[in-house]
């Protein structure tokens, strides 16, 4: 990032013993790349890098890697992406996912009848992932069944980058080899025991594919352990993040709490699951849905990844060479000072509202340069569950519970990188917190 940011390169080229690797900088570029996706494709690091994060066998990894980007009518890949777009996309089955994520979080918030002190990553990692997954996958699913498992699948999430190596991860991450293969065990009896009418729309239709396809109980289990790193590892810590920026802003939690009350989103988890505009949060709470964005244009810090098929010439100026990798770095573009202003470094909740370019001198973000959940045909489908979903409880946690931090003072702690696989890395450092319930649940003060 330091190189790009003293040269102003809009691509620049490293050369590894492996080959080329073309790093793009510049949104004009990165939009190119997503206009020749047919060259320069996502899917193929499905096929290069998912066995290793999963540990599925040959079969399956023939069945996965076959006709990845449909170049000879359908595969594997693209019709399961397909199934999780629809269900994904906003509507009933969205809707319906997000109030059962919600309705699920009253057990959690019921613990607390009298003040108390938590760490906050360490329950909302736990709160997140047991409301999530039963949302998506039922009351029969794996860490409803023991909730050990949330554990389990953070010591996964720690030891990606050796899994992906692929470096005897056995010895070198013994944790998280043996949570894969517990979690994969699991997930196997769910789907050898699945009953479709208890889970996610989403789920139902990622099951029907992998029937469909002949992948069997054990494999589907396996496959399923990857698809919580999209569930899980990018929500649990920009959650995290934006209760830390609300929180610490007198100003703007008393601000996004007037705007839950005007909206309607106040009360307990059922109150705001009721609310007939669910799906329309994000543009009936301008404020919340700004500084979730901002929160991710300051905390998504990975890289997108992509494999050149063929060469291509992009803009007329830069040949790219087949069997070569693009990346496309998330903090160099959102730390740019030509897309984002003077003030790039700077937190500011209200960046996204349509309103405040005025206030800003008339100075408006280039959003092309806005890349948390990728861009192009391999954007992130789960984009808009993890928008409605981080609203969401945002909005219930505002209106039930005062949080003060134990020492006296807030602060937003660094992020350490643990995953390639990942684009919101969690905090180097937990937070401690006295959780103590509001008087007068949905009053705005």
């Given at each position: 990032?330091?190189?790009?940011?003293?040269?102003?390169?809009?691509?620049?080229?490293?050369?590894?013993?492996?080959?080329?690797?073309?790093?793009?900088?510049?949104?004009?570029?990165?939009?190119?790349?997503?206009r020749n996706s047919k060259k320069i494709a996502f899917?193929?690091?499905?096929?290069?890098?998912?066995?290793?994060?999963?540990?599925?066998?040959?079969?399956?990894?023939?069945?996965?890697?076959?006709?990845?980007?449909?170049?000879?009518?359908?595969?594997y890949v693209i019709d399961v992406h397909d199934r999780?777009?629809?269900?994904?996309?906003?509507?009933?089955?969205?809707?319906?996912?997000?109030?059962?994520?919600?309705?699920?979080?009253?057990?959690?918030?019921?613990?607390?009848?009298?003040?108390?002190?938590?760490?906050?990553?360490?329950?909302?990692?736990?709160?997140?992932?047991?409301?999530?997954?039963?949302?998506?996958?039922?009351?029969?699913?794996?860490?409803?069944?023991?909730?050990?498992?949330?554990?389990?699948?953070?010591?996964?999430?720690?030891?990606?980058?050796?899994?992906?190596?692929?470096?005897?991860?056995?010895?070198?991450?013994?944790?998280?080899?043996?949570?894969?293969?517990?979690?994969?065990?699991?997930?196997?009896?769910?789907?050898?025991?699945?009953?479709p009418g208890q889970s996610a729309a989403m789920v139902?239709?990622?099951?029907?594919?992998?029937?469909?396809?002949?992948?069997?109980?054990?494999?589907?289990?396996?496959?399923?352990?990857?698809?919580?790193?999209?569930?899980?590892?990018?929500?649990?810590?920009?959650?995290?993040?934006?209760?830390?920026?609300?929180?610490?802003?007198?100003?703007?939690?008393?601000?996004?709490?007037?705007?839950?009350?005007?909206?309607?989103?106040?009360?307990?988890?059922?109150?705001?699951?009721?609310?007939?505009?669910?799906?329309?949060?994000?543009?009936?709470?301008?404020?919340?849905?700004?500084?979730?964005?901002?929160?991710?244009?300051?905390?998504?810090?990975?890289?997108?990844?992509?494999?050149?098929?063929?060469?291509?010439?992009?803009?007329?100026?830069?040949?790219?060479?087949?069997?070569?990798?693009?990346?496309?770095?998330?903090?160099?573009?959102?730390?740019?000072?030509?897309?984002?202003?003077?003030?790039?470094?700077?937190?500011?909740?209200?960046?996204?509202?349509?309103?405040?370019?005025?206030?800003?001198?008339?100075?408006?973000?280039?959003?092309?340069?806005?890349?948390?959940?990728?861009?192009?045909?391999?954007?992130?489908?789960?984009?808009?569950?993890?928008?409605?979903?981080?609203?969401?409880?945002?909005?219930?946690?505002?209106?039930?519970?005062?949080?003060?931090?134990?020492?006296?003072?807030?602060?937003?702690?660094?992020?350490?990188?643990?995953?390639?696989?990942?684009?919101?890395?969690?905090?180097?450092?937990?937070?401690?917190?006295?959780?103590?319930?509001?008087?007068?649940?949905?009053?705005?003060?």
């Open positions: 990032m330091t190189s790009s940011a003293k040269c102003k390169l809009p691509i620049y080229t490293l050369n590894m013993l492996s080959g080329k690797v073309y790093i793009v900088t510049s949104p004009d570029l990165v939009n190119a790349v997503n899917n193929p690091f499905i096929a290069m890098l998912g066995k290793r994060i999963t540990g599925h066998d040959e079969d399956t990894s023939r069945i996965v890697q076959h006709n990845l980007n449909g170049e000879n009518g359908p595969g999780i777009v629809i269900s994904l996309a906003p509507g009933k089955d969205l809707e319906q996912t997000t109030k059962a994520m919600l309705l699920q979080t009253s057990t959690y918030f019921e613990a607390f009848t009298t003040d108390a002190e938590v760490n906050l990553f360490e329950w909302t990692r736990y709160t997140v992932t047991m409301c999530s997954t039963r949302a998506l996958y039922g009351p029969e699913n794996p860490f409803n069944r023991n909730p050990k498992f949330v554990d389990s699948f953070w010591h996964f999430d720690h030891a990606l980058n050796i899994l992906i190596a692929n470096v005897l991860p056995r010895i070198f991450a013994p944790k998280g080899y043996c949570a894969r293969v517990e979690l994969a065990a699991a997930f196997q009896h769910y789907f050898e025991n699945y009953s139902q239709g990622r099951h029907f594919e992998n029937t469909r396809y002949s992948i069997t109980p054990l494999n589907q289990g396996r496959l399923e352990v990857g698809t919580l790193i999209g569930v899980l590892a990018n929500t649990i810590p920009s959650i995290f993040y934006t209760l830390m920026h609300i929180y610490s802003d007198p100003i703007l939690i008393s601000d996004i709490r007037d705007e839950l009350e005007t909206s309607g989103f106040v009360g307990t988890p059922e109150d705001i699951s009721q609310n007939p505009g669910l799906l329309a949060m994000p543009e009936s709470c301008p404020l919340l849905h700004s500084t979730w964005q901002e929160v991710l244009r300051v905390h998504a810090l990975g890289s997108g990844a992509r494999y050149i098929l063929e060469d291509v010439m992009l803009e007329d100026n830069f040949l790219l060479r087949k069997g070569m990798v693009v990346q496309m770095p998330m903090a160099v573009m959102h730390s740019d000072v030509a897309a984002w202003g003077d003030h790039v470094k700077d937190f500011q909740p209200r960046r996204f509202l349509k309103q405040n370019s005025a206030s800003r001198g008339g100075f408006k973000p280039n959003l092309s340069a806005y890349r948390p959940f990728g861009g192009g045909v391999s954007m992130c489908p789960g984009r808009h569950f993890a928008t409605l979903q981080t609203m969401a409880l945002a909005a219930c946690i505002l209106s039930r519970f005062d949080l003060t931090p134990v020492d006296g003072q807030w602060n937003i702690p660094r992020q350490k990188q643990e995953s390639l696989a990942t684009n919101v890395f969690p905090p180097d450092k937990d937070v401690r917190v006295r959780i103590a319930t509001r008087k007068g649940l949905g009053a705005s003060k």
